[in-house]
């Protein structure tokens, strides 16, 4: 192995977004695509931060707003609003949700070297949900472990809503 390839493996690309203005970023190859900010329906009974959940080409994909569950303060919808598709992994299925950015920035290329440990102060965010934090000029991105940022009870109760929401679907498309 060349030293560029060796490099090129160490690296990883991040996505960053604005969270309530917060920079944040994930994993590149967990995010499968951003779409604009659409129709998101609320579904009854569903946590807070769930915002609803949207139609992905006839699939049902739940919504999630991390600010509200980070207990940041939630920005209105504007047109730079968008939801990062994201896939994470439920009892060794993908699960795809979506997550709500007040904006897209940019996607960086990250070595372990970039990347330090979250302080144990001065962030809003549980320090269980970072991975660490990468610095961009004079500020840092929050780089969030997309597979703890949702529980696994929590995401056992969004699939629960998805079925839920597509046999009600279904039903009604039947009937």
Not at 45 to 72: E, H, I, Q, S
């Amino acid at each position: 192995m060349t030293v560029a390839e060796k490099e090129l493996r160490e690296q990883k690309q991040y996505l960053t977004f604005l969270l309530a203005d917060e920079e944040c970023a994930v994993n590149i190859l967990k995010v499968k695509e951003i779409i604009e900010y659409a129709t998101v329906t609320a579904v009854p009974k569903a946590p807070t931060w769930v915002r609803g959940v949207t139609n992905l080409r006839g699939a049902v994909v739940p919504v999630v707003d991390l600010a509200a569950k980070f207990g940041l303060e939630q920005k209105p919808v504007s047109r730079t609003t968008c939801i990062v598709i994201i896939e994470t992994r439920f009892e060794d299925q993908p699960v795809m949700m979506g997550v709500i950015a007040d904006a897209v920035s940019q996607v960086l290329e990250l070595s372990e070297e970039d990347i330090r440990p979250a302080p144990d102060f001065g962030t809003r965010v549980r320090m269980d949900y970072l991975l660490g934090m990468a610095q961009l000029g004079r500020k840092f991105a929050l780089l969030l472990d997309v597979d703890k940022v949702l529980t696994i009870e929590e995401l056992y109760g969004l699939s629960e809503v998805s079925a839920h929401t597509q046999s009600a679907a279904a039903e009604k498309s039947a009937g």
